[in-house]
C-alpha cells in the first residue's frame, strides 16, 4: 500500500517553516525520507524506526507516530538549498526487502 | 567508491526493441532494486534482489526482466518496448534490514524514451 503524502506541493519563502506528512494504513516498522532534486538521484535524509523517535540533521527534523502510522518532515527557517521532491518510504512491521514510496511532495523556496 | 553506476544515461527506443539498462553497485550491498519513476506518480519497484542467483517482483514487473549473476551487476531487461514505459529508471543498491532499517542508495537514473 503506497503511503499518503501531504500536501502535494509547497512553496515558501527563504526562512519559512514546512510540515510535509506521510500516512500509511498498514503497521510500520520504519519511515524513510529522502530528497531528490530535479534530474537528480532522491538523496537519503534520514530513517525513523519504530518507537516514536525524533531525528534532526541540520535544521530538518523528523517524528514518527507509531499509533498514528504517521511520520513529519519538519523544515525549519528553510534555505534556498531545500526545494526539491520529498518522497517518504514506507517499510511494514516485520521488516521487509522493499520500501513502498509515497507520490511526493514538491517543496519550492523561493528568495 | 562509485556506489551505484547505472548506463544508459538516456536513451531512446522504437516500440518493439530491446534493451538492456545496466546497474552495478562497489558497495558490497546484497540487496538491489529498480525502480521507475513518472511525473507524479513517486518510485515504483520492478524488481528486486536479495542476493546473487535471487530475484523478485515488486509492483511493476510486466513488461521487464532481470538477472542478477553476480553481487555486483543487477541488469533490467526490456523486451518489446513499448511508449508506456518511457520513464526514468533508478537502480539502487542497500544492505539487509536490520535493526537500523535499510538505507537505500540510488544510481544517477536512466532516461529512457519509446517512440
Known amino acids: 500500500q503506497q503511503p499518503v503524502q501531504s500536501p502535494q506541493a509547497v512553496i515558501l519563502r527563504e526562512g519559512e517553516d514546512a510540515v510535509i506528512n506521510c500516512s500509511s494504513s498498514?503497521?510500520?516498522?520504519?519511515v524513510h525520507w529522502y530528497r531528490q532534486k530535479h534530474g537528480e538521484a532522491p538523496i537519503f535524509l534520514m530513517i525513523l524506526l519504530k518507537g516514536g523517535e525524533q531525528k534532526g540533521h541540520d535544521k530538518i527534523s523528523a517524528s514518527f507516530n507509531e499509533k498514528k502510522q504517521q511520520s513529519s518532515l519538519y523544515l525549519t527557517a528553510s534555505q534556498l538549498s531545500y526545494s526539491g521532491t520529498y518522497f517518504c518510504g514506507t517499510e511494514p512491521e516485520g521488516g521487509s526487502e522493499k520500501l513502498v514510496f509515497g507520490k511526493g511532495t514538491k517543496l519550492t523556496v523561493n528568495p | 567508491n562509485a556506489g551505484v553506476t547505472q548506463t544508459p544515461k538516456f536513451r531512446i527506443l522504437k516500440i518493439g526493441q530491446s534493451m538492456t539498462l545496466q546497474c552495478a553497485q562497489d558497495?558490497?550491498?546484497?540487496?538491489m532494486y529498480w525502480y521507475r519513476q513518472d511525473p507524479g506518480m513517486g518510485l515504483k519497484l520492478i524488481y528486486y534482489?536479495?542476493?546473487?542467483?535471487?530475484?523478485d517482483k515488486g509492483e511493476v514487473p510486466n513488461g521487464y526482466n532481470v538477472s542478477r549473476s553476480t553481487t555486483e551487476d543487477f541488469p533490467l531487461r526490456l523486451e518489446l518496448a513499448a511508449p508506456s514505459q518511457t520513464s526514468v529508471y533508478f537502480c539502487?543498491?542497500?544492505?539487509?534490514?536490520?535493526?537500523?532499517?535499510?538505507?537505500?542508495?540510488f544510481g544517477e537514473g536512466s532516461w529512457l524514451t519509446v517512440v
Open positions: 558497495m558490497n550491498h546484497n540487496y
Open positions: 534482489s536479495v542476493g546473487a542467483g535471487i530475484t
Open positions: 539502487a543498491s542497500s544492505y539487509p534490514p536490520g535493526p537500523r532499517g535499510n538505507t537505500i542508495y
Open positions: 498498514k503497521a510500520l516498522y520504519s
